[in-house]
């Protein structure tokens, strides 16, 4: 590794790490990279020139940012334990007066990511005699296990790069802006195109196309008056208000509700899971009228949906007269969905 280079392990959603690599690649220099280190997904480990390690944090596809010290073989036994007392000992930590160990750990092994956090911390007590602050520490020390290897590394983001703006209204079903961004890239989306959510809730994929790209015309449009009305406080703390519409609008009947002649050029909505409401009964319906409702705009533009309802959606697509031309599987809450994406036939 150049000595003025930086390693960086890089978190995202799982399932999107090959768009937050290209993301990388396009705005930084990269010397080199492996996607799913150790096979886990969520996961990019990137080096790139030290003076560029400012401009990392603009990613919008990555969740957090780790400066990685060092990558050890690691025991699944209790062994493992005393592994990672001796490799992070061992290590040279830049540290300040206090510090916080924060561990994710993937895989099966004999022991917790509590026990982790408390060995790692011991031994960074018996090498430099500094205090932990669990509530706002100076250093955040993170200690990943990932199966059979350790990530040692100082964590740099001290909230989720994802929180580009104070969420005002917080919708029930909020979704992550990472995977958001992600979407709007898998759609296609350029520069001065028209936008639809036809399920916007709070706004977020509107908002976070508003702030990426320039001159779209963007609408979001959703049944609910509470949540329309939310997704302009939302927009207004995100400093796009005066770059995007919000509409009070029935999915099923986007004619009635959408500007006359306007004929979006990418579709891009989270569609209801129903699964927290209950409704999942109500799906099919609801998907093959909004798409219906959809294909009478001709539109020829790409369609990207997340569903939890793969098969439904699939068969809701070529009954109203879509093809699919992609399918990609997130984890997305913990809860395995699918990014699909249409073309009218």
Excluded at 48 to 62: C, D, M, N, T, Y
Excluded at 193 to 211: N, Y
Aim: glycine share 8%.
């Amino acid at each position: 590794m150049e000595s003025s280079s930086c390693l960086l392990l890089l978190t995202t959603i799982p399932g999107l790490e090959d768009l937050a690599l290209k993301e990388a690649e396009e705005k930084l220099r990269i010397l080199r990279a492996e996607v799913k280190p150790s096979h886990v997904g969520g996961r990019l480990l990137i080096e790139i020139p030290g003076e560029q390690l400012a401009e990392a944090f603009k990613l919008r596809s990555v969740e957090h940012i780790i400066r990685l010290l060092k990558v050890f073989p690691v025991e699944e036994s209790a062994e493992g334990l005393n592994t990672i007392y001796r490799e992070v000992y061992e290590a040279s930590i830049p540290l300040a007066s206090t510090f916080r160990i924060t561990c994710e750990r993937i895989g099966s092994h004999n022991y917790t990511s509590m026990d982790v956090q408390r060995v790692a911390g011991q031994a960074v007590v018996d090498k430099y005699g500094v205090k932990v602050d669990l509530e706002n520490p100076e250093t955040i020390v993170r200690m990943d296990v990932a199966r059979s290897l350790g990530f040692l590394g100082i964590q740099l983001t001290r909230k989720p790069l994802h929180v580009r703006y104070q969420r005002v209204y917080q919708h029930p079903s909020a979704l992550n802006p990472v995977i958001a961004y992600g979407m709007l890239r898998l759609a296609g989306l350029r520069e001065g195109e028209k936008l639809l959510d036809a399920f916007c809730g709070g706004g977020t994929i509107i908002i976070e196309a508003a702030q990426a790209w320039e001159n779209l015309d963007p609408i979001g449009v959703d049944i609910n008056p509470k949540s329309v009305e939310g997704a302009w406080r939302n927009a207004a703390s995100a400093g796009v208000s005066g770059k995007v519409k919000f509409l009070v609008g029935d999915a099923r009947r986007l004619e009635k509700y959408l500007p006359e002649g306007w004929i979006p050029d990418r579709v891009v909505s989270n569609l209801p899971f129903g699964i927290r409401s209950g409704r999942v009964k109500a799906l099919p319906k609801l998907y093959g009228e909004f798409l219906q409702s959809l294909h009478s705009l001709q539109s020829q533009g790409v369609v990207c949906l997340l569903t939890a309802q793969r098969s439904l959606l699939e068969a809701s697509a070529l009954e109203a007269g879509y093809r699919i031309t992609g399918a990609r599987k997130i984890l997305y809450g913990g809860l395995e969905s699918w990014i699909m994406l249409l073309r009218p036939s």
